[in-house]
């Protein structure tokens, strides 16, 4: 038994679409050749609906950042090197309201900026 209501009844057609899909590869081809030929016969789409929506431009930047800063982030959890800052001229500095909390936490989620140390400039000397 299953409700009636408009969205009840999507959620089922929706469900039902992902288990077939997983499901019967007969299913799954005739849903690819569906798909294909929607963009054969409507090859201009994308491009007019990008020139007709710019904020969705924007958001699918800003989304394709975060996916690429989260590969980065996975390729360095599984990359072995290390980068030793007790080497580095760099110097950390945690900021924010919550940073006297940290000392009871065992995960930190930040995001880490490191600069290179400038340096001190070498003091100018007259020429003699």
Do not use: F
């Not at 999507?10 to 798909?35: G, N, W």
């Not at 950042?65 to 030793?84: F, G, I, P, Y």
């Amino acid at each position: 038994m299953v409700c009636s209501q408009p969205e009840c009844q999507r959620r089922r057609r929706a469900e039902y679409h992902r288990q077939k899909l997983a499901t019967d590869p007969e299913y799954r081809q005739i849903v690819r050749d569906s798909q294909k030929q929607w963009w054969d016969e409507h090859p201009g789409y994308q491009k007019q609906r990008r020139q007709q929506n710019p904020q969705l431009v924007e958001s699918n930047r800003q989304q394709q950042r975060q996916r690429d800063q989260k590969r980065r982030v996975e390729h360095l959890v599984r990359n072995t090197l290390a980068l030793d800052l007790k080497q580095s001229a760099s110097e950390v500095w945690l900021l924010g309201p919550k940073v006297r909390d940290l000392d009871r936490n065992n995960l930190a989620s930040a995001q880490v900026l490191i600069l290179p140390s400038l340096g001190h400039p070498a003091a100018s000397v007259a020429p003699s």
